[in-house]
């Protein structure tokens, strides 16, 4: 079984501040994707990354997939109350096969 | 928008018991996952079917069963509850056929298992 590890565990910032976090395997992906997860709920996919060295932004997040498709990050911009949640990757190593493994998880508490 | 419904949010069960739990999506959806949530290990697959009447292992099937009667419906079954298999239980639907589909995810069951 491929895993995913995901840092830091957990990150506590104040309002305003930037942050990345980060996913990371030894095998390499062929897809990638992040959710957010917010309590009581089940997680929202946020974006798909397919091509290494691909960059995507939604508002204030920016999201990279490595050169090598063995890592990704997720960079948050002047962090809001509302990104408060647990930030999962979940990577798929075969092209055309449905199955995802999913990351570790970092839990994000943003202090207002 | 994409709907999927679990039974129940929470649920409370004696060692032993036979679990049902049910998922429902109402997006004509090929494919149906179970997972459960543990803190510090993310998400793990149970199972998942592809079609109705078709399954595969993911990677901690043991102890779990499921079934797919009808494509909107995937139900996972615990035959006998162990206190080890307290947890969030997390069903999704894809629409299927490439790992880059988005995965819907319902709200959750949180079963306790005494």
């Known amino acids: 079984t491929q895993l995913l590890e995901q840092s830091p565990q957990f990150l506590s910032i104040q309002e305003g501040e930037n942050l990345t976090v980060y996913c990371n395997s030894s095998?390499?992906?062929?897809?990638l994707q992040w959710y957010r997860q917010e309590p009581g709920e089940g997680p929202v996919l946020l974006v798909t990354?397919?091509?290494?060295?691909e960059v995507k932004k939604l508002k204030r997040l920016t999201f990279q997939f490595g050169d090598a498709r063995k890592d990704s990050s997720l960079h948050i911009t002047a962090a809001q109350p509302g990104d408060t949640g647990l930030y999962l990757c979940?990577?798929?190593?075969?092209?055309?096969?449905?199955?995802?493994?999913f990351g570790t998880g970092t839990r994000l508490t943003i202090i207002p | 928008d994409v709907k999927v419904t679990q039974s129940s949010r929470y649920l409370v069960k004696r060692t032993g018991e036979k679990v049902f739990l049910e998922c429902v999506q109402d997006m004509d959806h090929e494919n149906m996952f179970w997972y459960r949530q543990d803190p510090g290990l993310g998400l793990r697959l149970i199972y998942f079917s592809y079609d109705v009447k078709m399954k595969e292992k993911g990677d901690i099937p043991e102890g779990y069963s499921v079934s797919r009667e009808k494509k909107e419906r995937f139900s996972l079954i615990l035959e006998s509850a162990s206190t080890n298999q307290t947890s969030m239980y997390l069903c999704?639907?894809?629409?299927?056929?490439?790992?880059?589909?988005?995965?819907?995810f319902g709200p959750g069951t949180r079963l306790t298992v005494l």
């Open positions: 990354v397919v091509t290494g060295g």
């Open positions: 095998s390499v992906f062929s897809s």
């Open positions: 999704a639907s894809s629409s299927g056929g490439e790992s880059t589909d988005t995965q819907y």
């Open positions: 979940a990577g798929a190593f075969n092209f055309g096969n449905e199955k995802l493994t």
